[in-house]
């Protein structure tokens, strides 16, 4: 299973920034998909969660107003616009793939992608 984030990079406090991850080797559509974070000196954290079908999305409290997660199953890509971002959101971001449609299951992830929010 690869996959593949990209997206990440240094933006201000109150930016925004679009992660992306890409899915090509397995039937992507047949299974959950998630992103998970670790900060520095913390352990992995889960952001956010969305379904196979997509239809389901779900985020953690801390998040749940300025992230959305989204999927193209044609294009076996799951992303994750972030918005209004704060300095505690400085994390490696993972793109993870569930177990059929559970999203609380990381059966496998990708090597991440840094996000660091500061001024």
């Known amino acids: 299973v690869q996959l593949v984030e990209s997206g990440g990079g240094l933006v201000q406090p109150g930016g925004s920034l679009r992660l992306s991850c890409a899915a090509p080797g397995f039937s992507f559509g047949s299974y959950a998909m998630s992103w998970v974070r670790q900060a520095p000196g913390k352990g992995p954290e889960w952001v956010a969660g969305i379904t196979n079908s997509g239809l389901t999305t779900k985020m953690t409290d801390s998040v749940k107003d300025r992230v959305t997660i989204s999927r193209d199953n044609a294009r076996k890509t799951v992303s994750l616009q972030m918005n209004s971002l704060k300095a505690d959101d400085t994390a490696v971001y993972y793109c993870?793939?569930?177990?059929?449609?559970?999203?609380?299951?990381?059966?496998?992830w990708g090597q991440g992608t840094q996000v660091t929010v500061s001024s």
């Open positions: 993870t793939k569930g177990r059929g449609s559970n999203f609380s299951v990381h059966v496998s």
